[in-house]
Each structure stands twice: as C-alpha cells, then as structure tokens.
C-alpha cells in the first residue's frame, strides 16, 4: 500500500464531503507529527493499532562481507514498530503478498 493508496481509503471512509486532496493534507500531518515526536524522543501510542518507539542500538563490529575486514559500527537510535495484540490477531492468518 503506497500513501496515494492511503488517502483514498480515507478519502472513501469519510465519504463525498472531503476531497482527496484534503485528506492528503490529513495523512501528512499525521505522518509529520509522528515523525516529529520520534525526532523529539517521544513515544507514539495509538490504542488498538501500536507503539512507535525510539530504541538505542549499541556500537558494534560488523565485517565488510566483500574484503572480510572489521568495521567499527557506530551506536545509533532507530525507529521502532511494536503491533498492539488486536493488531496481531488481525493479521496472524493472512497470507504475506509477493513484491510488486
């Protein structure tokens, strides 16, 4: 699903009062505030969906897989996903679907 994707399904859920464009603008913002409340350091909890999180990753040795030589991995934060348990009973029996 790509986010044209999303904003029709929006746009289809509201119903003919609001146009797509609109709920473009809608779905942006609301990716805009995620990402800044990530930036910030900030827990996302949507209720019934998940959590975004921001987890720290420790510096590691890593190897070059093409010379075999060691590569100092610097420690890092990185955005994390953890699905709500009505989200992962949703999905548990569907079929994942083959790259486009």
């Known amino acids: 699903?790509?986010?044209?994707d999303l904003v029709e399904q929006v746009a289809d859920a509201i119903g003919p009062g609001v146009t797509k464009k609109d709920c473009a603008l809608v779905v942006d913002g609301f990716l805009n505030a995620v990402k800044e409340a990530l930036a910030e350091?900030?827990?996302?909890?949507?209720r019934g969906f998940g959590t975004f999180k921001i987890r720290k990753r420790k510096s590691r040795v890593a190897r070059n897989p093409r010379t075999?030589?060691?590569?100092?991995?610097?420690?890092?934060?990185?955005?994390?996903?953890?699905?709500?348990?009505h989200l992962r009973a949703r999905?548990?029996?569907v079929e994942p679907q083959k790259a486009r």
């Open 91 to 93: 999905v548990e029996d």
């Open 68 to 85: 075999g030589d060691e590569v100092q991995v610097p420690a890092r934060s990185v955005p994390v996903f953890k699905p709500s348990k």
């Open 41 to 46: 350091g900030e827990n996302i909890e949507i």
């Open 1 to 4: 699903m790509t986010k044209a």
